[in-house]
């Protein structure tokens, strides 16, 4: 009975070895951080960046389509599907979105009042660098539109009207 207790802890150490936690990145407590907003009417895509500064931070791209079904709804994308994507870039490394691995990428979109010109989106991912399988966890993290930004959000909402 006692070499299977050693056996077990010595097995929970190789699988905890196995899988580290993921790195951790909460965006919300920087005090002056980088944002970019990036609209794409080819595309029909809005690129939201935030972090740290141009070479560390993570981006969510979101599609006009699925803009217009989320307001006041929570969306989950496993990997690269349904018009929602993420990716980061993190002292030199690239994480992204995997269909093959545990990544996800969520959005929430609340407050969204036309009048005030006003929305807030609330975005967490968990994110894999392909060679070495670092996760990298993107704490729940909100942007507010606003103003111009505001006004390219509702351009990009009004090319996701039927044809």
């Known amino acids: 009975m006692h070499y299977l207790s050693i056996f077990l802890v010595i097995l929970a150490s190789f699988l905890t070895g196995c899988s580290p936690d993921p790195e951790q990145k909460n965006l919300s407590t920087l005090s002056s951080p980088y944002k970019n907003v990036v609209l794409n ?11 740290e500064s141009d070479k560390n931070y993570a981006e969510f791209k979101i599609h006009a389509y699925l803009l217009k079904r989320l307001i006041d709804f929570k969306s989950t994308s496993d990997g690269i599907s349904d018009g929602l994507t993420s990716q980061a870039y993190w002292d030199g490394l690239q994480y992204i979105s995997s269909a093959k691995k545990n990544t996800f990428t969520e959005l ?3 407050d969204f009042d036309v009048d005030t010109k006003m ?11 392909d060679e ?10 909100q942007y507010h539109f606003v103003d111009k930004d505001f006004d390219k959000l509702i351009k990009l909402f009004n090319t996701a009207m039927p044809e």
């Open 119 to 129: 929305a807030q989106f609330t975005f967490a991912a968990m994110l894999i660098e």
């Open 108 to 110: 929430q979109i609340s």
């Open 132 to 141: 070495s399988g670092q996760l990298l966890q993107i704490l729940p993290v």
């Open 41 to 51: 009417t080819a595309s029909k895509t809005v690129t939201i960046s935030i972090g």
